[in-house]
């Protein structure tokens, strides 16, 4: 870990980069490259965006918004998810590092734990042109390449984007086919990683006119980001000690052992059918292949992990789009329609599961003597586990919506939306030599399986209008109307021996875990009760009924209806709103008021015992301002806001590392974004930065507790306590976030030779929520001094451990010439170890926390060439 020194230097080289601008938040300095979109010729620097689903320039636009074009995107050096958010304030991400697995949040609407398989929807939204390319468990990691802009709405956007985007939307926004003449590039870059190995990244665009009416547009790309985590020789013992199981991770030591391959195209075709009708349909497909651990283990060392399994996980995805603008009248129309198909394969070491609970269970013996790892001659066996997971997702989204003509006093944009997404989850935890009659029924082996498939419906309709009150006064008012179904059916659990007979005098275990309620105790039988329920009425009959999903030995996840299996189901309906006043007193300024609403849709739990849980909305209070001042010269925009978050959704690892998902109490986020950019000649300043003050407004309790006092007992009578206090600070979040550019250009000859330093700061947050937690694994309380008793007690925040703040300088050298370009750069110029997440295997693995880190200092070269 690097000393605080560098740290202190870090911090003045972000200053410096600041101390030209007003505190703010960066903003792209350039038109956008498509033609449609080209920013009027007297003023080249207007940046167009399409955040209400009409091209505006973004200092009319009384949203707080924040817009990276091609442009700032190539001088940034932004390839992927991590690089943009960054330099992002409001955004925030938690995941394990793996690309494609990351949870986004902003403005501190941030509760952890999100991003199950069978849990919360996510709550921003991300689109990919006009379609939403939001998928639980992680976002979809698009690579940055011929981008016109990426667009970063916060707050609130359920108006016009809906359930996913309750607390803010993200919109990449590729380059159009163009029919305005032949032009092409070529990108490659070649860099080293300290501590780790070589990367580089080679990509490639054509745009090409087919006619006067029509052009195609191609991109292709490939990446190989370096490793720079290394698995170190370690070796694991497992109790009775002496005469226990020793295991050592020799196969597997490798150095740099994170490394990643990014492959994939995008083709666009654009034809003008005539002078009012376009169609566009797109196509893109990437494939990203990561192996290897993202985040290290400090017990380990700097960068450094035991591990004892293969890791590797694929993540490849094709979309296909099709979008239709055009005229009625005045009136224009546009038709937005996609399907997206990923799939994710993965395999992943669960070694610290075993650690943990052998450690748990170190006064009966362990593993070896609280649980049945046996083979099949009842031998005990190496308790270590590996994961193999894959999802398969499907969405299928359209949208259809009127414009009316943006040049009358009143304006109105209006459609219907709808989405249908589908999951097939699989998770199986497998035990090498796991005896057949203590794993899941007819997966020898698989100690727990997750075999589910999942589908969520949205339905909408939506509007807003806009009506200039004066010249100067606009008024405006929007409204969705909302439908959500969403549904679960399938298999989770632990298997059963077929010899163990629930009530009765049994010889052996039902499982290697002795679980009697979990996986195939829970299937129904034909007669339409569960298994375990029927043994215990010793019912004659427990024929179980056949797997509703492929893979499974039988369903547990549904409900019986009329002799059938039908899927658990969570339906509702209601609406989300957007008011909002502005005020140009000049050309120059704008102020705004706003009055937003956003909401994510409720959900099912698959433990029975566990009842659904409820949407959560938030409401946002905003007043804001953008600033053009000086002819052009400085750009200051800023807003300050209050977040009302209701019974937001709260996810955690409960018994067993089980994820539930509950309705927690209510939040308050109290914060302040602000921007600003200087200069348009040879010096340029940009500074982006937010703060959020993000805490709960009553306790949050072990168990549901309508009041909020945590007295209340749980389902099954246990004793309610306060997990965390009122006041609270939400998690993941930081209190501070900001992020500068100063670029300075000099002309010499043919050559335009520039310099430019880029900053990042962020201060410190916890990753959980929970600051007590009570242990029942070898007990239940039976009293309220049992609860209160210190060894029994443990806070997941501080055994998970506070996200270090941290500040992080990248450093750029380079030349344009009209065709030509070359760049030396240094990313993460100190070292330092910014901690992106943290995060562990399992809720009992709190021993081991894992960082995920920044990418350690990486010196480069960039050649670039446009034709």
Same mark, same amino acid.
């Given at each position: 870990?690097?000393?605080?020194?560098?740290?202190? =230097?870090?911090?003045?080289?972000? =200053?410096?980069?600041?101390?030209?601008?007003?505190?703010?938040?960066?903003?792209?300095?350039?038109?956008?490259?498509?033609?449609?979109?080209?920013?009027?010729?007297?003023?080249?620097?207007?940046?167009?965006?399409?955040?209400?689903?009409?091209?505006?320039?973004?200092?009319?636009?009384?949203?707080?918004?924040?817009?990276?074009?091609?442009? $700032? =995107?190539?001088?940034?050096?932004?390839?992927?998810?991590?690089?943009?958010?960054?330099?992002?304030?409001?955004?925030?991400?938690?995941?394990?590092?793996?690309?494609?697995?990351?949870?986004?949040?902003? *403005?501190?609407?941030?509760?952890?734990?999100?991003?199950?398989?069978?849990? &919360?929807?996510?709550?921003?939204?991300?689109?990919?042109?006009?379609?939403?390319?939001?998928?639980?468990?992680?976002?979809?990691?698009?690579?940055?390449?011929?981008?016109?802009?990426?667009?970063?709405?916060?707050?609130?956007?359920?108006?016009?984007?809906?359930?996913?985007?309750?607390?803010?939307?993200?919109?990449?926004?590729?380059? @159009?086919?163009?029919? $305005?003449?032949?032009?092409?590039?070529?990108?490659?870059?070649?860099?080293?990683?300290?501590?780790?190995?070589?990367?580089?990244?080679?990509?490639?665009?054509?745009?090409?006119?087919?006619?006067?009416?029509?052009?195609?547009?191609?991109?292709?790309? !490939?990446? @190989?980001?370096?490793?720079?985590?290394?698995?170190?020789?370690?070796? *694991?013992?497992?109790?009775? +000690?002496?005469?226990?199981?020793?295991?050592?991770?020799?196969?597997?030591?490798?150095?740099?052992?994170?490394?990643?391959?990014?492959?994939?195209?995008?083709?666009?075709? $654009?034809?003008?059918?005539?002078?009012?009708?376009?169609?566009?349909?797109?196509?893109?497909?990437?494939?990203?292949?990561?192996?290897? &651990?993202?985040?290290?283990?400090? @017990?380990?060392?700097?960068?450094?992990?035991?591990?004892?399994?293969?890791?590797?996980?694929?993540?490849?995805?094709?979309?296909?789009?099709?979008?239709?603008?055009? +005229?009625?009248?005045?009136?224009?129309?546009?038709?937005?329609?996609?399907?997206?198909?990923?799939?994710?394969?993965?395999?992943?070491?669960?070694?610290?599961?075993?650690?943990?609970?052998?450690?748990?269970?170190?006064?009966?013996?362990?593993?070896?003597?609280?649980?049945?790892?046996?083979?099949?001659?009842?031998?005990?066996?190496?308790?270590?586990?590996?994961?193999?997971?894959?999802?398969?997702?499907? +969405?299928?989204?359209?949208?259809?919506?009127?414009?009316?003509?943006?040049?009358?006093?009143?304006?109105?944009?209006?459609?219907?939306?709808?989405?249908?997404?589908?999951?097939?989850?699989?998770?199986?935890?497998?035990?090498?030599?796991?005896?057949?009659?203590?794993?899941?029924?007819?997966?020898?082996?698989?100690?727990?399986?997750?075999?589910?498939?999942?589908?969520?419906?949205?339905?909408?309709?939506?509007?807003?209008?806009?009506?200039?009150?004066?010249?100067?006064?606009?008024?405006?008012?929007?409204?969705?109307?909302?439908?959500?179904?969403? &549904?679960?059916?399938?298999?989770?659990?632990?298997?059963?021996?077929?010899?163990?007979?629930?009530? %009765?005098?049994?010889?052996?275990?039902?499982?290697?875990?002795?679980?009697? *309620?979990?996986?195939?105790?829970?299937?129904?039988?034909?007669?339409?009760?569960?298994?375990?329920?029927?043994?215990?009425?010793?019912?004659?009959?427990?024929?179980?009924?056949?797997?509703?999903?492929?893979?499974?030995?039988?369903?547990?996840?549904?409900?019986?209806?009329?002799?059938?299996?039908?899927?658990?189901?969570?339906?509702?309906?209601?609406?989300?709103?957007?008011?909002?006043?502005?005020?140009?007193?000049?050309?120059?300024?704008?102020?705004?008021?706003?009055?937003?609403?956003?909401?994510?849709?409720?959900?099912?739990?698959?433990?029975?015992?566990?009842?659904?849980?409820?949407?959560?909305?938030?409401?946002?209070?905003?007043?804001?301002?953008?600033?053009?001042?000086?002819?052009?010269?400085?750009?200051?925009?800023?807003?300050?806001?209050?977040?009302?978050?209701?019974?937001?959704?709260?996810? !955690?690892?409960?018994?067993?590392?089980?994820?539930?998902?509950?309705?927690?109490?209510?939040?308050?986020?109290?914060?302040?974004?602000?921007?600003?950019?200087?200069?348009?000649?040879?010096?340029?300043?940009?500074? %982006?930065? %937010?703060?959020?003050?993000? +805490?709960?407004?009553?306790?949050?309790?072990?168990?549901?507790?309508?009041?909020?006092?945590?007295?209340?007992?749980?389902?099954?009578?246990?004793?309610?306590?306060?997990?965390?206090?009122?006041?609270?600070?939400?998690?993941?979040?930081?209190?501070?976030?900001?992020?500068?550019?100063?670029?300075?250009?000099?002309?010499?000859?043919?050559?335009?030779?520039?310099?430019?330093?880029?900053?990042?700061?962020?201060?410190?947050?916890?990753?959980?929520?929970?600051?007590?937690?009570?242990?029942?694994? =070898?007990?239940?309380?039976?009293?309220?001094?049992?609860?209160?008793?210190?060894?029994?007690?443990?806070?997941?925040?501080?055994?998970?451990?506070?996200?270090?703040?941290?500040?992080?300088?990248?450093?750029?050298?380079?030349?344009?010439?009209?065709?030509?370009?070359?760049?030396?750069?240094?990313?993460?110029?100190?070292?330092?170890?910014?901690?992106?997440?943290?995060?562990?295997?399992?809720?009992?693995?709190?021993?081991?926390?894992?960082?995920?880190?920044?990418?350690?200092?990486?010196?480069?070269? *960039?050649?670039?060439?446009?034709?």
């Amino acid at each position: 870990m690097k000393n605080k020194g560098l740290n202190r =230097l870090s911090r003045l080289a972000f =200053l410096a980069t600041t101390a030209l601008a007003a505190p703010s938040v960066a903003l792209a300095q350039e038109a956008p490259q498509d033609a449609a979109q080209a920013a009027p010729a007297e003023d080249p620097n207007v940046i167009i965006v399409t955040a209400q689903k009409r091209s505006e320039n973004l200092q009319n636009v009384p949203i707080s918004i924040q817009a990276f074009g091609t442009q $700032k =995107l190539e001088q940034l050096g932004i390839s992927n998810f991590n690089n943009y958010t960054q330099q992002l304030p409001s955004v925030v991400a938690q995941s394990s590092g793996t690309p494609g697995t990351n949870v986004i949040y902003m *403005r501190g609407v941030a509760s952890g734990g999100d991003g199950n398989h069978s849990g &919360s929807l996510p709550s921003v939204g991300v689109y990919l042109d006009e379609q939403p390319v939001t998928t639980i468990g992680g976002n979809l990691d698009v690579h940055v390449y011929d981008i016109a802009r990426i667009e970063s709405l916060a707050g609130p956007q359920g108006t016009l984007y809906g359930a996913s985007s309750e607390a803010g939307t993200i919109r990449i926004i590729t380059n @159009k086919p163009s029919t $305005k003449g032949f032009e092409a590039s070529v990108d490659a870059e070649v860099n080293t990683v300290e501590h780790g190995g070589q990367g580089g990244k080679l990509e490639a665009m054509v745009n090409a006119p087919l006619s006067s009416m029509a052009a195609l547009r191609v991109v292709g790309f !490939y990446q @190989k980001d370096a490793g720079f985590i290394d698995n170190v020789a370690g070796t *694991r013992c497992f109790l009775p +000690k002496p005469g226990g199981i020793c295991v050592n991770n020799a196969p597997f030591v490798e150095k740099d052992y994170n490394d990643t391959e990014i492959w994939g195209g995008r083709a666009a075709l $654009k034809v003008d059918l005539d002078a009012n009708w376009t169609v566009t349909p797109t196509l893109m497909y990437q494939d990203t292949r990561s192996h290897g &651990s993202y985040g290290y283990d400090p @017990k380990v060392g700097d960068l450094q992990v035991e591990h004892f399994f293969p890791e590797f996980r694929r993540d490849k995805f094709v979309q296909a789009a099709l979008t239709i603008e055009g +005229k009625v009248g005045n009136w224009d129309v546009t038709y937005a329609g996609a399907y997206l198909d990923r799939k994710t394969f993965s395999s992943s070491d669960y070694t610290d599961y075993a650690e943990a609970y052998d450690s748990l269970y170190a006064s009966v013996g362990g593993n070896a003597g609280y649980f049945y790892f046996q083979d099949a001659a009842g031998n005990t066996i190496d308790p270590r586990q590996k994961v193999i997971g894959s999802d398969h997702f499907k +969405k299928f989204s359209q949208e259809l919506r009127i414009a009316s003509p943006s040049d009358q006093p009143l304006r109105l944009v209006a459609g219907a939306f709808y989405q249908y997404q589908s999951n097939d989850i699989h998770q199986d935890y497998r035990v090498a030599g796991l005896a057949p009659l203590l794993s899941v029924n007819g997966l020898p082996g698989t100690l727990w399986l997750t075999q589910q498939h999942r589908i969520d419906k949205d339905y909408a309709a939506f509007g807003e209008v806009s009506y200039d009150v004066t010249p100067t006064v606009t008024i405006t008012g929007g409204g969705r109307l909302f439908k959500y179904d969403n &549904s679960l059916i399938g298999f989770f659990g632990f298997g059963r021996d077929p010899a163990f007979i629930q009530g %009765a005098d049994n010889a052996g275990p039902p499982n290697a875990v002795y679980s009697t *309620r979990t996986g195939v105790a829970g299937c129904f039988t034909t007669a339409g009760t569960r298994l375990r329920a029927a043994q215990l009425a010793g019912q004659a009959d427990t024929t179980l009924l056949p797997a509703a999903v492929d893979g499974s030995p039988c369903t547990n996840l549904a409900v019986f209806e009329n002799g059938a299996l039908k899927p658990v189901r969570a339906k509702g309906d209601g609406g989300t709103w957007r008011l909002n006043a502005t005020w140009k007193p000049n050309r120059d300024v704008m102020l705004y008021a706003t009055w937003s609403r956003g909401f994510r849709p409720g959900g099912i739990n698959r433990r029975a015992d566990v009842p659904p849980y409820q949407p959560d909305y938030l409401t946002n209070y905003e007043l804001g301002f953008k600033t053009t001042l000086f002819d052009g010269l400085v750009r200051l925009n800023g807003a300050i806001y209050q977040q009302d978050w209701k019974n937001f959704q709260f996810s !955690y690892l409960g018994a067993n590392s089980f994820t539930e998902i509950h309705n927690g109490p209510n939040a308050r986020i109290r914060g302040i974004d602000v921007d600003a950019s200087i200069g348009r000649g040879p010096l340029t300043v940009n500074l %982006a930065a %937010a703060y959020t003050d993000a +805490k709960t407004r009553q306790n949050l309790c072990a168990y549901d507790d309508p009041t909020f006092s945590c007295t209340a007992p749980g389902v099954d009578g246990q004793i309610n306590y306060i997990s965390a206090v009122k006041g609270t600070r939400l998690p993941i979040t930081p209190r501070f976030k900001a992020s500068g550019t100063a670029r300075y250009t000099v002309p010499m000859g043919a050559a335009k030779v520039y310099g430019q330093v880029n900053a990042t700061f962020q201060s410190s947050a916890f990753s959980d929520l929970r600051h007590r937690v009570f242990s029942s694994a =070898l007990a239940d309380a039976t009293s309220p001094a049992d609860v209160a008793d210190p060894a029994r007690n443990y806070s997941p925040a501080e055994a998970l451990g506070r996200l270090a703040g941290f500040a992080q300088v990248n450093l750029a050298l380079g030349s344009d010439w009209e065709r030509y370009s070359v760049e030396f750069f240094v990313q993460n110029l100190f070292d330092a170890r910014g901690q992106l997440s943290r995060f562990a295997q399992c809720g009992q693995c709190n021993q081991r926390p894992y960082i995920v880190p920044t990418q350690p200092r990486t010196f480069g070269l *960039r050649l670039g060439g446009k034709f």
